[in-house]
């Protein structure tokens, strides 16, 4: 948290002495073209994540509860380098694209799994009723993240004396992000005697499979987007800009436990469903030679399955059940710095 505190006053110290610079005038377009501005812009998000989800599978087994079990992987740190191009037309249309990518630099794995008050009294657990019987924890030791956007919109309203605009737009945005955790180490456990092995799980403190791959997650979000955006001209050099996007959402998220031999390879669970989200951008845009601008913000990536739910479970024997899902959620945000050189 210090860190990230040192960041943001390091670029906000930035912006703020980059406005004093000197400035060249801009050179116009030809009169001829059709285009108005051409936009390609490099920038670093230096982001946190977190991916929770559980699922209520109760109705294929009364020892269990609900939820049946619970996964968090959390403070998922990225940087993720960002390239995007926007091009705007004398009719106000505009296209633009984003491409970005960012190797996931660690963070924590939680497994939690629950009992009913029948598997509490049945598995011989230490603690009766309905509760959590197992909690373990593994390192997250990668992997990646990658996104792919594109919009078409519209100026929808300019300011008096050119001060600024509104515009709309719809898109469409492409969003991978795949953790492997690495290890077991057992947090709590109440059933460490159950008769039943799939219930069984080892004394509290123990850890093992260390640097071993335990659990790959891979989720994707498949998403139309709309929403508006606003750009305010503080002066000839400095603008501020905000921008929402509302995403119609699908999710396919892939687990593959490599530990578990009772389960497939390819994967062990998939879980499906369809949802709302927003990614959210709010900036700083200061004009620091000629065409070049240097920008500095904030953005919120989010996802939340709310429909269509649904968790499968994949046998080795080729055996599969199914179950609801009771959350899937997905939250990316923090600070962002870069360039733009518009022609």
């Given amino acids: ?20 610079l000197p400035v060249r005038a801009e050179v116009a377009p030809a009169p001829s073209s059709s285009i108005v501005r051409v936009d390609i812009g490099l920038s670093e998000w230096f982001s946190q994540g977190e991916t929770q989800w559980s699922h209520n599978a109760s109705a294929l087994d009364p020892n269990l509860g609900n939820p049946r079990s619970k996964l968090q992987y959390k403070d998922t740190g990225t940087n993720i380098t960002e390239i995007t191009g926007h091009v705007k037309l004398k009719n106000k249309v505009f296209f633009r ?74 898109g469409l945005q492409y969003w991978r992000e795949r953790h492997v955790a690495n290890g077991v180490a057992q947090a709590e456990c109440t059933t460490a005697s159950s008769p039943n092995q799939d219930f069984r799980c080892s004394p509290a403190g123990t850890v093992g499979f260390r640097n071993q791959s335990v659990i790959t997650n891979t989720s ?5 987007r709309f929403g508006g955006e606003v750009e305010y001209r503080v002066d000839k050099r400095i603008s501020i800009e905000a921008k929402i996007a509302m995403l119609l959402s699908y999710l396919n998220n892939e687990d593959v436990h490599h530990l578990r031999t009772d389960l497939a390879q390819d994967p062990s669970f998939r879980m499906t469903g369809f949802g709302l989200g927003t990614n959210s951008d709010i900036n700083l845009r200061i004009r620091i030679w ?52 518009s022609f």
Wanted: glycine share 16%; with cysteine.
């Fill in 97 to 170: 694209g984003a491409f970005g990518y960012g190797s996931i630099g660690g963070g924590r794995l939680t497994d939690d799994d629950f009992l009913s008050a029948q598997g509490a009294a049945a598995q011989g657990a230490t603690v009766s009723g309905e509760h959590r019987f197992s909690r373990t924890y593994s390192d997250i030791g990668g992997d990646n993240l990658w996104y792919l956007n594109g919009d078409i919109g519209m100026t929808t309203h300019t300011f008096p004396e050119n001060t600024g605009s509104l515009a709309m737009f719809v």
């Fill in 1 to 20: 948290m210090i860190a990230r505190r040192y960041l943001v006053c390091a670029v906000i110290g930035l912006l703020v002495s980059c406005a004093a």
């Fill in 220 to 224: 994707t979000w498949l998403s139309g």
């Fill in 290 to 341: 000629d065409r070049l601008y240097l920008t500095g913000g904030y953005r919120v990536f989010w996802n939340r399955v709310l429909a269509g739910d649904q968790w499968k479970l994949y046998g080795s024997d080729g055996s599969s059940a199914t179950a609801s899902l009771n959350q899937f959620q997905t939250l990316r945000h923090g600070p962002t710095i870069g360039l733009t050189y």
